[in-house]
Each structure stands twice: as C-alpha cells, then as structure tokens.
C-alpha cells in the first residue's frame, strides 16, 4: 500500500484502503468524527468553530440514543423539556451551521496504522490528521416483537432518563446484575411499585448492591422468569411471563417496562485498531486520548458509568478541544474558508 504523508493527500487522490481496492477517490479533512449522538455532534460545533475542516460520518441512524426517547427533561436550557430527536435535530443544525459536513452513513473500517487516518463509509474512503470515535452504546434489548413495538410507550432502557414520567407508577425491571439493580433502586423514587424480573433465582449484582436493593421495601422480585410479551396497544399494561423452572405462565400488570440486561459498545470496527478493554469499551489516557495518538473518544462508547446526553455532549466537548491541540501540536492545521 502506497503511504502519503498527511500534505500530500489532496482531495481526488486515490489509494488503496487496507483490503477495500474497490474504495473510490478519498476525501481530506483535519477532523473526522465517527458517530452523530450528543457526544459527537458537541465535537463537530467545536471544530467547526476552530475553522476545522470537519467530517462527521453520523451513521444511517443519525442522532444516537436520543432519536429513540421521547421527552428529554434533563438536558439544560429547555426548561419545558424536550423531545429527544428535536435536541438532535438542533445540534446537527447547529453543527452545520459552523461548517461540519455530516455524511449519514456508517463507518465500515477505519485504518489508524499510518497517517492520514482513514475511514471508509459507503465505499467512499475519508482521511483526516485527527478522530474522535463517538459511536456510543447500544442497550441490550430482549428482542421480542412486542419489545420494540412499545419502545417509546413505556418501554425504556434508561430509568435516569425517563423514571421521572413513572411517578406513582407501577415498573418492572428485567435482569438481574448491576445495572438491573441500579435501575430498580433509582426507580423507586419514583414508582409506587417496582418488580425485577429475573431469569435466575439470585442476583448477579454485586454484595453490596444486592443488600439495597433486597432491604428496599418498594422493590419486589419474581424469580426463575423470563418476559415472553408486553403487553398493551396504546402504550405499556403488562408483562406476561414464564417461569423457566415449572412452565408456568402469568401476566404482570404494570405501566412502564426498564430493559437492563447491559450495554453494548459500538467497537467492533476499532478492534485492533485502539487499545478496548475485555468489555469492548475504549481505554483513554491523557484526557480523552486513546493509545493511538491523534484518535479520541468521547461518550457512552467509553463512559460505563453515566451515559447521559449532557455528560456524552461535555466529553464531546473535551475530545474536539484535545484534539485541536494535538493538531496545533502538530502544526498541521488546515484552516477552510
């Protein structure tokens, strides 16, 4: 593979792209950023502000997370709430705005071995002297039809973001580690009542978090069962479940259904290009930095702990504010027009 350096890449150039021959012309730029949730396009108004030349490849499913919730009340500055593909939808505008070009495809490879960095989307391959990786989390869903029909009508994968709607409420939780936990417990300031549903007779919670949980009189748990439907039309009625030990079927009557079965990085693409930990969360160091310098993260896709829209957006923040010093480091700015 033909090498160049990073001032004789020019727009139209072509190369060939690690095992991708068949890629078109690529395209240069000072930043990539791969991924268009909150994390992602705060990075892209930052580079666009610092007259970055600035790519955003978003994915088909612009706007992360948030496109799938529907009031965000905890995000600053809307003191009424907000819906959550409004807020992504003013980003983007926002982001836009300053120059960011966002490409609505997603990331198929990345080549962080030599400079430039390359990034194929859609057969078209962009390189850029700076990433930041932004590409978030996914949950973990049961995958029921029933499942991803009430998504958004009282099922939620995030009780920090939506318990506040289930005031007075009946909820269920399902699974049974940390996060079921945390879930249940951050519930119950809210919900009337809170039922974890578990596959298996005991927690796989940590001690200490099993001790709160079980001491926490609002919390009920059905043991040994699965959740086979969710029920309602309009929105959540109940779960109906099926005890896994005796066959036994039976519905539970609730108003809001919490998926807490874990997350998922969206890293697959960076293996063996940046240093992921067992989980296959990003490992950083020297801020948002990962072992490859010029590539950052920012975001759920390294956050395991509080993965919020406003935390994601401040380390998008933090990573485009990294990566401008590498590049002024580096003395390779590009400034557009």
């Not at 095992?19 to 991924?35: C, F, K, P, S, T």
């Not at 869903?141 to 939506?162: F, H, N, Q, Y």
């Not at 909820?171 to 940390?178: L, P």
């Not at 099993?210 to 069962?225: E, Y």
Request: glycine letters at 10%.
């Amino acid at each position: 593979m033909k090498e160049y350096l990073p001032n004789q890449l020019l727009k139209g150039s072509t190369y060939n792209f690690s095992n991708h021959e068949n890629a078109r012309a690529a395209l240069d730029y000072d930043i990539i950023i791969i991924g268009s949730g909150p994390a992602g396009l705060t990075a892209a108004i930052y580079a666009g502000r610092a007259l970055l030349n600035t790519l955003v490849v978003g994915g088909r499913l612009s706007g992360g997370q948030l496109m799938l919730t529907s009031g965000v009340e905890n995000y600053p500055g809307f003191v009424n709430g907000i819906q959550g593909p409004s807020l992504m939808t003013e980003m983007r505008k926002q982001a836009e705005r300053f120059g960011a070009r966002i490409v609505d495809e997603d990331a198929e490879s990345v080549n962080f071995s030599s400079k430039p960095f390359q990034v194929r989307a859609a057969g078209q391959v962009y390189a850029s002297k700076a990433v930041i990786i932004a590409t978030g989390s996914s949950a973990k869903w049961l995958g029921i039809p029933s499942e991803a029909k009430m998504r958004g009508r009282g099922v939620s994968s995030c009780a920090t973001c939506d318990g506040y709607f289930f005031r007075d409420k009946r909820v269920v939780v399902i699974g049974g580690g940390d996060t079921a936990v945390e879930e249940a417990l951050f519930l119950t300031k809210f919900a009337s009542e809170v039922r974890v549903i578990h596959r298996r007779d005991e927690l796989r919670a940590s001690k200490i978090m099993q001790k709160r949980a079980l001491a926490n009189p609002k919390i009920k748990f059905v043991w040994n069962s699965v959740v086979e439907e969710i029920t309602g039309t309009q929105k959540v009625e109940g779960v109906k479940i099926r005890n896994v030990r005796t066959g036994g079927v039976s519905v539970i009557p609730c108003d809001g259904v919490f998926v807490a079965i874990g997350f998922q990085p969206n890293t697959k693409i960076f293996k063996n290009q940046i240093a992921l930990d067992e989980k296959g969360y990003s490992i950083t160091h020297k801020g948002t930095e990962t072992n490859v310098n010029g590539v950052f993260v920012a975001g759920d896709v390294h956050d395991t702990r509080y993965r919020q829209a406003v935390t994601a957006a401040g380390e998008g923040c933090r990573a485009a504010l990294d990566a401008l010093a590498y590049l002024e480091e580096q003395k390779e700015v590009t400034v557009t027009a």
